[in-house]
């Protein structure tokens, strides 16, 4: 008798803590659902859009990639971009560009090479993109230029809160023509400047072939192809 009064003090005393009913939060990119009393975890968190609609990141720090596209005077002739992530800076911070308490900046810098005859000839048209890893609907569906900042606005979602005052700064620069070994070389310089919630790791930017035509389309995963992008996210 004393063991029965004994196993069921305990089973109370131990009971106690689940005696209620959870109260879920909604999951979001970072996090499941969690119960709002005891921390509980139920489920995973949101698929990012990335991995729904299987797009590849596919660029390094420090390495060159080459991706076809076409040129500017004349859509039908091709020629090849060497593209080079040749700055990332995760925490970035200058004069312009400081940390708030729940902001920072995060810069990358895209450097592409043209240096076949077809260019020389016929120019370069730069595809350049930007959105975001977990959502790309939100991402575009709030990008807009600000004209009294000078820069793009955008929402992220980041555990569970949106930060409607993202913004973004595009600086694009190129270089003049530079004649190495009789070939003829056209740089150009693309920086991106993003103002974000600390610890937001979903920007992206990239390049694509300027051949696709996107008219049409919303988002860019509806003629997305790996063969004819080149991703890189600020994690
Ligand atoms: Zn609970």
Known sequence: MKKILLVLLVSIL???????????????YQQPAICTICQKESGFPLQPDFSKYNIYLNMDIGKTYQLTTVCKDDKTIYTIANVEIVEYINDYQDDNH??????????????LTFD???????????????????????????????????????TVNYY????????????????DWKNENDEYIKE???????????????MVVGIRNAAIDASNFSYFYEYYDSEQFLLFRLD
């Open 116 to 154: 076949d005859n077809n260019v020389v000839e016929n120019g370069a048209s730069i595809n350049y993109l930007t959105t975001n890893y977990y959502n790309i609907g939100q991402y575009v569906s709030s990008y807009n230029y600000n004209h009294d900042n000078s820069c793009y606005e955008f």
């Open 14 to 28: 131990f009971g106690c803590s689940s005696l209620h009913e959870h109260k879920y939060s909604k999951a979001n």
């Open 188 to 202: 150009y310089v693309l920086t991106f400047d993003f103002y974000i919630p600390i610890g937001f790791d979903g």
């Open 98 to 111: 400081k940390k708030d308490i729940d902001f920072q900046w995060k810069r990358v810098v895209l450097k």
């Open 160 to 175: 569970g809160i949106d930060y409607t005052n993202c913004r973004l700064k595009i600086y694009a620069f190129d270089n």
